[in-house]
C-alpha cells in the first residue's frame, strides 16, 4: 500500500452513514447501483484493490483468490458468515480476513424467532388468505396452527445466535434442547433450562422444532440431510436462519409436500436467490428473503464493524474480527 489513502473496493451498496465513513478514511470506490460483481469483477477488483469488503454475495473461491494482485493484503467482509470466501486460499495468499460477529446476533433471533411463530401459527399463509378474501369470519376450526407455548426446541449450534434464539424461544414458554461441537457452559444452561444433546440424531427424534443456528463449514453441509430429517416427528417444525445448504432443500420440500413434516420458516435457501420450486408452491412454508441481520441499525454496525477491522489492520494492529481458517 501506498503512503497515501488506502484503496478499498466495496462490492455492494453499504448503508449511508457507512459509505460516508469510508469516503473520509479511505480512497473507496462503491458500488452505487448494488449490482452484485460479476466473476470477471470480481477478478478485476482483486487485482487493483489494496482492501476488497465483499458480502455473502461474492464467492471468493481458491482459483479467484490465487489471481489477486499482490497489492491486496485484506479482505474486510461485510456479514459473520465467511463461507463464501476460501479460507485456506486466502490464507496461502498471505490476505489478512475479517468478518462482522456479535452485532447481528439479536436481529438474527428475532427473525428465527419470527419465522417460528409463523410458521406455527400461519400468520403469512392467513395473510395470503385474507387478501384473497378467503376471511369470512371467525370459524371455529379454519387455519388451526400448532401451539408454541409447552414446546420442546432444538438448537442445533449454541453459539451467540443460537443463544439468542433459546432465550427467546424460553421466554415463549418452549424447553430448550440443543445439540453443539461442544457443550456450553452448565451457567449458560441453568439461564436457558437447556439440555445438551451429544448425539444430534437422538435430539431430532425427540424435539417439536427445530432451529438451526450453526456456521457452514465442511461438517455442517446437509447436516440436515434426507436421512436426518426423516428422524423428525411428523409434527416438527423446521427454521433455518444459518445457511441454505446446511439442509438438503429438496429433501425438506418433498417431506412438507407430503406431510412428513408439519412445517418449516426459512430464511436462507441452498441455492440462494434460488428457490426450489416445490417450495415456492407450499403452504406449510414461509420464505423470507435472508432478512436475518436486515436493519438500519445491524445493516449500520456491520458497516462500522468492516471499518474498525480495516482501520486495525492499517494501524498495524490484528483487526478485532479476524477470522483464521480452521485448524
Ligand atoms: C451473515 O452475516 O452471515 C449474513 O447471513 C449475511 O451474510
Same mark, same amino acid.
Given at each position: 500500500?501506498?503512503?497515501?489513502?488506502?484503496?478499498?473496493?466495496?462490492?455492494?451498496?453499504?448503508?449511508?452513514?457507512?459509505?460516508?465513513?469510508?469516503?473520509?478514511?479511505?480512497?473507496?470506490?462503491?458500488?452505487?447501483?448494488?449490482?452484485? *460483481?460479476?466473476?470477471?469483477?470480481?477478478?478485476?477488483?482483486?487485482?487493483?484493490?489494496?482492501?476488497?469488503?465483499?458480502?455473502?454475495?461474492?464467492?471468493?473461491? +481458491?482459483?479467484?483468490?490465487?489471481?489477486?494482485?499482490?497489492?491486496?493484503?485484506?479482505?474486510?467482509?461485510?456479514?459473520?458468515?465467511?463461507?463464501?470466501?476460501?479460507?485456506?486460499? +486466502?490464507?496461502?495468499?498471505?490476505?489478512?480476513?475479517? #468478518?462482522?460477529?456479535?452485532?447481528?446476533?439479536?436481529?438474527?433471533?428475532?427473525?428465527?424467532?419470527?419465522?417460528?411463530?409463523?410458521?406455527?401459527?400461519?400468520?403469512?399463509?392467513?395473510?395470503?388468505?385474507?387478501? &384473497?378474501?378467503?376471511?369470512?369470519? $371467525?370459524?371455529? /376450526? $379454519?387455519?388451526?396452527?400448532?401451539?408454541?407455548?409447552?414446546?420442546?426446541?432444538?438448537?442445533?449450534?449454541?453459539?451467540?445466535?443460537?443463544?439468542? %434464539?433459546?432465550?427467546?424461544?424460553?421466554?415463549?414458554?418452549?424447553?430448550?434442547?440443543?445439540?453443539?461441537?461442544?457443550?456450553?457452559?452448565? &451457567?449458560?444452561?441453568?439461564?436457558?433450562? +437447556?439440555?445438551? $444433546?451429544?448425539?444430534?440424531?437422538?435430539?431430532?427424534?425427540? %424435539?417439536? *422444532? /427445530?432451529?438451526? #443456528?450453526?456456521?457452514?463449514?465442511?461438517?455442517?453441509?446437509?447436516?440436515?440431510?434426507?436421512?436426518? !430429517?426423516?428422524?423428525?416427528?411428523?409434527?416438527?417444525?423446521? %427454521?433455518?436462519? =444459518?445457511?441454505?445448504?446446511?439442509?438438503?432443500?429438496? @429433501?425438506?420440500?418433498?417431506?412438507?409436500?407430503?406431510?412428513?413434516? &408439519?412445517? &418449516?420458516?426459512?430464511?436462507?435457501?441452498? *441455492?440462494?436467490?434460488?428457490?426450489? =420450486?416445490?417450495? !415456492?408452491?407450499?403452504? #406449510?412454508?414461509?420464505?423470507?428473503?435472508?432478512?436475518?441481520?436486515?436493519?438500519?441499525?445491524?445493516?449500520? +454496525?456491520?458497516?462500522?464493524? %468492516?471499518?474498525?477491522?480495516?482501520?486495525?489492520?492499517?494501524?498495524?494492529?490484528?483487526?478485532?474480527?479476524?477470522?483464521?481458517? @480452521?485448524?
Amino acid at each position: 500500500m501506498s503512503d497515501t489513502k488506502p484503496f478499498v473496493i466495496v462490492t455492494r451498496k453499504f448503508p449511508d452513514p457507512v459509505e460516508a465513513r469510508m469516503r473520509e478514511l479511505f480512497t473507496v470506490e462503491l458500488n452505487p447501483d448494488d449490482t452484485p *460483481f460479476t466473476r470477471d469483477q470480481l477478478a478485476d477488483a482483486l487485482s487493483r484493490a489494496d482492501i476488497l469488503a465483499p458480502t455473502i454475495t461474492d464467492k471468493l473461491d +481458491a482459483d479467484l483468490l490465487a489471481g489477486a494482485g499482490g497489492q491486496l493484503k485484506m479482505i474486510a467482509n461485510f456479514g459473520v458468515g465467511v463461507d463464501h470466501i476460501d479460507l485456506n486460499a +486466502a490464507h496461502a495468499k498471505g490476505l489478512v480476513v475479517s #468478518n462482522t460477529p456479535g452485532v447481528l446476533t439479536e436481529d438474527t433471533a428475532d427473525i428465527a424467532m419470527a419465522l417460528m411463530l409463523d410458521a406455527a401459527r400461519r400468520v403469512t399463509e392467513g395473510d395470503r388468505r385474507t387478501r &384473497a378474501g378467503e376471511f369470512k369470519g $371467525w370459524h371455529p /376450526v $379454519w387455519m388451526m396452527g400448532r401451539s408454541v407455548h409447552g414446546k420442546s426446541l432444538g438448537v442445533i449450534g449454541m453459539g451467540r445466535i443460537g443463544q439468542a %434464539v433459546a432465550r427467546r424461544a424460553a421466554g415463549f414458554g418452549m424447553d430448550i434442547h440443543y445439540h453443539n461441537r461442544s457443550r456450553v457452559s452448565g &451457567a449458560i444452561e441453568t439461564t436457558l433450562g +437447556a439440555t445438551y $444433546w451429544e448425539d444430534l440424531d437422538a435430539m431430532l427424534g425427540r %424435539v417439536d *422444532f /427445530v432451529s438451526v #443456528n450453526c456456521p457452514r463449514t465442511p461438517t455442517t453441509y446437509h447436516l440436515l440431510d434426507a436421512r436426518r !430429517l426423516a428422524l423428525l416427528q411428523p409434527h416438527a417444525i423446521v %427454521v433455518n436462519t =444459518a445457511r441454505g445448504d446446511i439442509i438438503e432443500e429438496a @429433501a425438506l420440500a418433498a417431506m412438507l409436500a407430503d406431510g412428513r413434516l &408439519a412445517a &418449516a420458516g426459512l430464511d436462507v435457501y441452498e *441455492f440462494e436467490p434460488r428457490v426450489e =420450486a416445490q417450495l !415456492l408452491g407450499l403452504d #406449510n412454508v414461509v420464505l423470507a428473503p435472508h432478512l436475518g441481520s436486515g436493519t438500519i441499525e445491524t445493516r449500520t +454496525a456491520m458497516g462500522e464493524k %468492516v471499518i474498525v477491522n480495516i482501520k486495525a489492520f492499517l494501524d498495524g494492529h490484528r483487526p478485532p474480527d479476524r477470522v483464521v481458517p @480452521a485448524e
